[in-house]
């Protein structure tokens, strides 16, 4: 009940193409969603994060949807560019003593100039 | 602000060495996690610390531990390595005090176990 499952594993889309990774939990007490972005060499860092009061949120080309009865959420990358290639990682946590994120397997996303 | 810093960033050990990596958090960052990541296994939670206390675990081995001092820098020990242990270590630092706040990762130190 505590997983978070991420798909695809890895991921080509041509630039100029919309970029779409979906993650599903089963834990209802999850109310933290961020994704999270890694390049090569470098540590992930926050793109952008949801909390189930909202069914979307919108940061650039950058978008989380969220859909709390299905249990998942998405991330879709507008207009993707080559600089947008990276490991991509959703992550849950919730509860109110749970500070801890349980995270997606991560998908490669490589973006096709 | 300085970000999160490791160190080293790679190091090379002998199975059944021991290794110690540390932490520096952003300052005034309670919180400190650490990860191991490997390719195709993703990020697996090792430990936190708030606090000089470790509030949360992950299922990894008793020969992986840690510790956090009063600074909030944090160190973590692995001893008796094994090859499998050859992995890309992360730590994470935020403010800590509630649920659901921004983790910010250091670049990791990259150990080779050979």
């Known amino acids: 009940q505590q997983q978070v499952k991420q798909s695809p594993q890895s991921l080509i889309v041509q630039k100029g193409g919309i970029s779409i990774i979906n993650c599903a939990y089963e834990?209802?007490?999850?109310?933290?969603f961020p994704w999270y972005q890694q390049f090569p060499g470098k540590g992930p860092a926050l793109l952008i994060a949801?909390?189930?009061d909202v069914s979307e949120k919108k940061e650039g080309r950058f978008t989380i949807s969220f859909n709390k009865s299905a249990k998942q959420f998405s991330l879709h990358i507008m207009d993707s560019q080559p600089g947008d290639s990276a490991t991509y990682f959703c992550?849950?946590?919730?509860?109110?003593?749970?500070?801890?994120?349980?995270w997606g397997a991560g998908t490669k996303l490589i973006i096709k100039p | 602000k300085a970000g999160v810093t490791q160190t080293p960033r790679y190091l090379i050990k002998t199975r059944g060495q021991q290794v110690t990596l540390s932490c520096s958090p952003i300052?005034?960052?309670?919180?400190v996690s650490w990860y191991q990541q490997t390719p195709g296994q993703g990020l697996q939670f090792l430990f936190e610390?708030?606090?000089?206390?470790?509030?949360n675990k992950g299922n990894f081995p008793g020969r992986f531990s840690g510790r956090q001092f009063s600074n909030s820098r944090s160190e973590m020990n692995v001893s008796t390595l094994e090859l499998g242990d050859s992995a890309l270590y992360l730590c994470?630092?935020?403010?800590?005090?509630?649920?659901?706040?921004?983790?910010?990762f250091g670049n990791g130190t990259r150990l080779t176990v050979t």
């Open positions: 994470a630092s935020s403010l800590g005090s509630t649920a659901g706040g921004p983790l910010h």
């Open positions: 300052s005034g960052h309670r919180s």
């Open positions: 610390y708030f606090s000089e206390t470790q509030r």
């Open positions: 834990n209802t007490a999850f109310d933290y």
């Open positions: 949801i909390r189930p």
């Open positions: 992550a849950a946590s919730g509860g109110r003593s749970n500070y801890q994120l349980i």
